[in-house]
């Protein structure tokens, strides 16, 4: 059921991408700015904070500026679907109790909202990457495949937790702490090495799957090492996760009209 509900998802794109970037204009369109707001907290982020963090350390600036701005746009990819699906179907319980039982259509909503902030987002890491000393254009080639497998991952974590979200509402708030936790586990406001493996620091971070996510985009682009561990991590997640997200779906998507 999830992968047919997936595929006419994908067919009919007119509810969950073009309404939720109407939702997006709608939004600022009385802002004199518009949608040049939505550049404003990568923007202050990457380059402010990029900056302070870098004369924090001790580090270069133009390599660090780049290494916190990938990161964090990236990290904020993962965490606003994660978060936005777990109220995704108590947020559309008219249409879900009106008969709407696609229930992929709201997840998708939530995915291509991040993924508006994130393209949005893109021009400043062009900037970044351009300024950078340690910038590898080889890395490019693997940006696409790296950041599909992300959105794979994120697309089955977010149904799962939909599931979740609609049967008990408290996942949200759970969710929101869980990511500031994460946040911090995840090597963006420091380097992966100062965390080597074999610590209790380096263990915490490499059972992050959000680690192994931004790795993957952002280590190819500036030079910094993977770890084998991270693909393996990655390619079980993907397919066991699918599987998971699958059952759960075919098990309970029936009930989520008595849940909402």
């Known amino acids: 059921m999830l992968f047919r509900h997936l595929r006419a998802s994908l067919r009919e794109p007119e509810f969950w991408a073009y309404a939720t970037w109407l939702d997006i204009v709608t939004k600022y ?39 916190l701005g990938i990161g964090y746009v990236v990290f904020r990819l993962l965490s606003n679907t ?32 991040a993924l508006f902030y994130f393209l949005t987002a893109a021009p400043l890491m062009v900037i970044a990457l351009a300024m950078a000393p340690n910038f590898q254009p080889a890395g490019l080639v693997s940006l696409l495949p790296a950041l599909l497998v992300a959105v ?11 599931l979740l979200g609609a049967r008990f509402p408290d996942i ?19 380097y ?22 931004v790795e993957s985009v952002r280590a190819p682009l500036l030079g910094e090492p993977i770890e084998p561990l991270t693909f393996y991590y990655l390619a079980v997640m993907t397919v066991l996760g699918w599987i998971i997200a699958w059952w759960l779906y075919r098990r309970y998507a029936r009930f989520v009209p008595l849940w909402v």
């Not at 109790?97 to 939530?110: A, E, I, P």
């Not at 702490?177 to 946040?183: E, K, L």
């Open 82 to 113: 994660i978060n936005d699906a777990c109220s995704a179907l108590p947020n559309h319980s008219s249409f879900i109790l009106d008969g709407h039982m696609r229930l992929t259509d709201f997840v998708l909503r939530v995915l291509a909202k």
């Open 172 to 190: 949200h708030e759970l969710m929101g702490s869980v990511f500031v936790f994460g946040f911090i586990l995840t090597p963006i406001l420091w």
């Open 29 to 67: 369109r009385r802002s004199r700015l518009g949608l040049v707001w939505l550049l404003m907290p990568p923007a202050l982020y990457t380059f402010g904070v990029g900056t302070f963090f870098a004369r924090l350390q001790n580090s270069d600036p133009l390599e660090f500026i780049p290494h």
């Open 152 to 162: 794979l991952n994120v697309s089955w974590i977010g149904i799962v937790v939909s």
């Open 192 to 213: 992966a090495d100062r965390a080597p493996a074999g610590t209790a620091r380096g263990t915490f971070m490499r059972m992050n799957p959000l680690y192994h996510m």
